[in-house]
């Protein structure tokens, strides 16, 4: 009988078939562009669990991004169904967090080391810049210029393993081999004798750079007394678990029977360390890697193209495979990039199995701008003939020009996709919020406050704001004076503006004495961004804005509970000042022409690509660092030769399927004259059609004179049906949890608001009371006896400062009501707890019926029995329910919210664990002492199950069709009027 897994073996080529029958024995495969990698890798997989008894967990796949492990698992998914969960399929960094957080002690720390996010590492390493007084590192003037060189060569040294102590060694003998070296003494004119100028330059930078020994010394000692880790950490200590330690060592080998790392060639030394440690003295280990010695552009990141060719020998004499068979690009592309460069392992040149003979263009253009504005135009064209705007890439060698490339692409009307590159420090919406911010945290700030008037987030006509200071006549002024505008207006002071943003920002200052971060940002967001959207395009601008200032605050709210306004600013004012990389969490991110470096390219692939900017002087520029380094850390770092261009131009190339273009210009902005890259330059012409610069200024001038300056909006349709087209798009990627199905059967509304845009929500104090029990529930649960009563009262001091509760007198009221709560839970119900437990565990899975949605939830306690029985328990705040409020039907004829939640535990408990849930709870912890309805007890039935698979399937269905905005809002009113506060929002913004 056929399956998909045979069906697709049957269509490998005679080298794929190879590489998924030989599953013995190190094998080392060179997969070209396009070759199928991916696949192999996924039937190998499959293979080996059909040939051998092999469980599912005992295979291990490698490899080193996050996109690679999902399309990884989708396509094992289409071979071996739900058991492709149980391969581990992981990234390097991630296997080894999995090992330190289970063998910690084995590294002598008394707990798991928190992991160091960048921006959490940019401030620890600032703390010390700012610690004490460096000569060299913190320049007085601009304290940040050596910031990024300093965590680079950290970074460096860590992943070649090259400890402080070594480093400084390096230096040193390398000042000691200058200064004895005959050739550093001059040996003629006045100086004869003493050191040359030069050398003694060299030594001096040498001795500058010393003191990074200091400062690599403090930041790991730093690191190592707050039990931390940074990225480079993880698989430093990694290395160390399975080099010191016999037990890690034989867990790992024992654990992971089959080992296959993709993308080795990216490989860096302590990866290859890791893997020699472990199967280096294993005779014949199963490991399988595939990698391409062309595709090795990675050698700023410690890779280096010896470790992947010492494969060939590190385990054994390893199988080697090539393939070359390959099925993205047409023969034009593949012959260009053969010429461009050849592997160093094989002699096999790439073969095209993909029809098509489209010329390759190489375009001159008079300045770089101008290439630009070809490539949109081109991109215009062909996205008119039906070419998913999705199928075309514009490849720019540097950061920078994808910046500028997204604003010239959008001013022409170009749907481009913004990916991660949009910047948060680049947002006008975030701007205009930060000033308002600014004036909260300091109301006496005459220029912030000039700053929010002439901004738009005001809505003050700017010649209003113009009269009003030319009246006060450039003295200081207050909000005072904004609100004293009413004295002109008499009557009608409400229609003045200026008067009405002083009376906004006075209750925002109000507020913050009273508000955490959270429901502050919360309350201004809301009113400033969300409620005074105009259109669907403005709302998911001002949604982008604020989810990720949410997002960033949570983020500080998690270190310190405490964190003020005035604090949030001054970290975000530091993230801006050492220039870090902030993506904004945009809507539609990968809905348009990708704009990309030529490295994150990498692994991907398009039907047509431009790639500008092919300069030698751009191409072959390269960021000198700050520091001199010692020969022996200098030859670790790649220097960006013409081996180097060649691969990154080689990548950019192999990523299209049917059209590329190639361009450089003539001369830079000043007019300074520019080269087209040497690497390209080399190439027989017979791979190009050629344009000069006249020729592609005719074809620009041809669109009109004003193509140099045109900015076009992109094409707009209604509001409504817009946002209707975003939603089908994009729904799959949210998560479905109970709370977000509940939602949505209340008020699709609801679910578009909160679920889909996230937009943050003002909690309330029994939403806050909530949070703060569930807290202190949880860390109950998870200490190894009852915690101290003053323990429990500090964590749910600390869950009431997460939340924003600062009143005083609230705080009190609530505080007492969590104690007593927690207490009397206590004292009814924790002897009868089961000692095999989980609290707060969250559960997700995939359904088959439902392949591209992801099943979420957090279940608040799980007690696993002897004979494997699962029970549940949901506690909640509130007055009981009865049974028959639980378990009545709606009008639709669906489950009440509560029933829904227990049904979606059992239904995430079998579809993960393949265990059923015995017992399903909803403890009431606010229920008074001989209330029978404290805790409901069921055995979750198939019938409940169905319902719930029918409320997804609508759900699902609904949302791909759009007949969502349909559906009745059955939410409560309770504040008059006849429709809930989301509906009214949705009704103002789309005039539905």
């Known amino acids: 009988m056929n399956t998909p897994f045979t069906d697709a073996y049957n269509n490998l080529n005679e080298a794929q078939r190879d590489a998924v029958d030989t599953i013995e024995g190190p094998v080392m495969v060179i997969a070209g562009p396009g070759t199928g990698k991916t696949e192999v890798l996924a039937l190998r997989i499959a293979n080996i669990l059909t040939k051998t008894d092999t469980p599912a967990s005992g295979i291990l796949c490698l490899t080193f991004t996050r996109s690679g492990v999902t399309a990884m698992r989708k396509r094992?998914?289409?071979?071996?169904?739900t058991r492709a969960n149980d391969v581990r399929i992981t990234t390097f960094h991630s296997y080894a967090i999995g090992l330190i957080e289970d063998n910690y002690l084995s590294l002598g720390l008394s707990h798991v080391p928190s992991l160091l996010d960048e921006k959490e590492s940019i401030f620890l390493a600032d703390e010390l810049l700012h610690s004490r007084d460096w000569k060299h590192l913190r320049p007085r003037v601009k304290p940040e210029t050596y910031f990024h060189d300093l965590k680079s060569l950290i970074s460096l040294l860590k992943r070649e393993r090259i400890s402080p102590i070594d480093f400084k060694a390096q230096i040193e003998k390398e000042i000691e081999d200058l200064k004895k070296n005959p050739d550093s003494v001059s040996s003629r004119g006045v100086t004869k004798g003493e050191i040359k100028k030069d050398v003694l330059k060299k030594i001096e930078a040498l001795e500058r750079t010393s003191e990074v020994v200091e400062f690599y010394e403090s930041y790991e000692t730093e690191k190592q007394n707050r039990i931390l880790m940074d990225y480079d950490d993880v698989l430093e200590y990694a290395v160390q678990l399975v080099e010191d330690s016999e037990d890690v060592r034989a867990d790992v080998?024992?654990?992971?029977?089959?080992?296959?790392?993709?993308?080795?060639?990216?490989?860096?030394?302590?990866?290859?360390?890791?893997?020699?440690?472990?199967?280096?003295?294993?005779?014949?280990?199963?490991?399988?890697?595939?990698?391409?010695?062309r595709q090795l552009i990675y050698g700023f990141g410690g890779a280096s193209l010896s470790y992947f060719e010492e494969f060939k020998t590190a385990f054994g004499k390893a199988e080697l495979i090539t393939l070359v068979e390959n099925y993205r690009s047409t023969a034009p592309i593949l012959s260009l990039a053969d010429t461009l460069l050849s592997s160093s392992l094989t002699n096999e040149k790439l073969k095209s199995n993909r029809a098509g003979s489209d010329e390759i263009y190489l375009s001159e253009y008079s300045y770089p701008r101008d290439e630009i504005i070809g490539a949109g135009l081109y991109f215009k064209k062909i996205i008119s003939t039906g070419i998913d705007p999705r199928e075309c890439a514009l490849l720019v060698p540097k950061n920078y020009h994808v910046r500028s490339a997204l604003v010239s692409l959008r001013n022409l009307g170009v749907p481009v996709s913004m990916g991660d590159s949009a910047s948060f420090f680049d947002s006008r919406k975030v701007m205009s919020f930060r000033k308002v911010l600014k004036v909260i945290v300091d109301p006496n700030n005459t220029v912030a406050l000039v700053d929010t008037m002439l901004d738009d987030i005001s809505s003050i006509d700017t010649i209003e704001v113009h009269k009003f200071l030319r009246d006060k006549k450039n003295k200081n002024f207050s909000i005072e004076n904004l609100i004293a505008q009413k004295d002109s207006f008499g009557l009608f002071e409400n229609e003045d503006q200026i008067y009405k943003w002083g009376k906004k920002l006075e209750l925002y200052i109000?507020?913050?004495?009273?508000?955490?971060l959270?429901?502050?940002?919360?309350?201004?967001?809301?009113?400033?961004?969300?409620?005074?959207?105009?259109?669907?395009?403005?709302?998911?601008?001002?949604s982008e804005a604020l989810r990720t200032v949410f997002h960033l605050a949570e983020i500080q709210i998690q270190k310190n509970p405490h964190v003020t306004l005035g604090d949030f600013?001054?970290?975000?004012?530091?993230?801006?000042?050492?220039?870090?990389?902030?993506?904004?969490?945009?809507?539609?991110?990968?809905?348009g022409v990708s704009v990309m470096t030529l490295h994150k390219s990498k692994g991907l692939e398009f039907e047509a690509v431009w790639i500008a900017h092919m300069n030698e002087e751009t191409l072959m520029s390269q960021k000198r660092g700050g520091f001199t380094l010692p020969e022996i850390v200098k030859e670790k770092i790649e220097e960006k030769d013409k081996s180097v261009a060649k691969r990154e131009v080689y990548v950019a190339i192999t990523r299209a399927k049917k059209f590329c273009t190639i361009s450089y210009a003539k001369n830079d902005v000043r007019g300074g004259e520019l080269e087209l890259a040497e690497v390209i330059r080399e190439l027989p012409d017979m791979h190009f059609v050629k344009k000069d610069a006249t020729k592609t200024e005719e074809d620009l001038l041809a669109e009109g004179p004003d193509v140099y300056v045109r900015s076009e909006p992109i094409p707009e349709g209604d509001d409504f049906e817009k946002m209707?087209?975003?939603?089908?798009?994009?729904?799959?990627?949210?998560n479905i949890s109970v709370s977000l199905l509940n939602n949505f059967f209340e008020c699709p509304w609801k679910w578009y608001f909160r679920n889909f845009l996230k937009l943050p929500e003002i909690k309330s104090d029994s939403l806050a009371l909530g949070s703060a029990v569930h807290a202190a529930i949880e860390f109950v649960l998870k200490s190894p006896s009852i915690p101290s009563d003053k323990d429990i009262v500090e964590c749910i001091k600390s869950s009431f400062e997460r939340e924003g509760v600062s009143d005083s007198r609230v705080l009190s009221k609530l505080s007492k009501d969590a104690t007593e709560i927690v207490a009397k839970w206590i004292k009814n119900s924790y002897k009868d707890l089961i000692q095999n437990r989980d609290s707060e565990r969250s559960v997700s899975f995939k359904d088959s019926r439902f392949p591209n949605l992801n099943m979420y939830g957090k279940i608040d306690l799980t007690e696993k029995f002897p004979d494997g029985g699962v029970s549940v328990t949901d506690f909640k705040t509130g007055s009981t329910k009865t049974s028959g409020v639980i378990e009545k039907l709606d009008d639709e004829n669906r489950l009440s919210t509560y029933m829904r939640q227990l049904a979606m535990y059992s239904y995430l408990v079998r579809g993960s664990d393949k265990k059923e849930v015995v017992s399903s709870k909803l403890y009431f912890l606010e229920a008074k002492d001989g209330d029978k309805n404290m805790i409901y007890a069921t055995r979750v039935g198939e019938e409940q199950i169905d319902l719930l698979i029918r409320d997804i399937t609508d759900y699902d269905r609904l949302l791909k069709t759009g007949e969502w905005t349909e559906r009745p809002c059955f939410a409560k009113v309770y504040s008059g009027g006849d429709e809930c506060e989301q509906c009214k929002l949705a009704r103002e913004i789309y005039k539905k």
Do not use: C
Request: aromatic share 8%.
């Open 518 to 542: 959270l429901s502050l940002l919360s309350l201004i967001g809301n009113d400033l961004l969300i409620k005074s959207a105009g259109s669907h395009e403005d709302l998911l601008e001002n």
């Open 724 to 734: 209707k087209t975003l939603v089908t798009d994009e729904y799959e990627s949210v």
């Open 569 to 591: 600013l001054q970290y975000i004012e530091r993230l801006e000042s050492y220039k870090m990389h902030i993506p904004l969490a945009t809507f539609g991110a990968h809905k």
């Open 76 to 81: 094992l998914e289409k071979y071996i169904g």
């Open 253 to 293: 080998g024992e654990s992971a029977l089959y080992v296959l790392v993709d993308e080795h060639q990216d490989s860096s030394g302590v990866q290859n360390s890791f893997l020699k440690a472990v199967w280096g003295s294993v005779e014949k280990p199963n490991i399988f890697v595939v990698g391409d010695d």
């Open 510 to 516: 109000n507020e913050s004495t009273k508000s955490g």
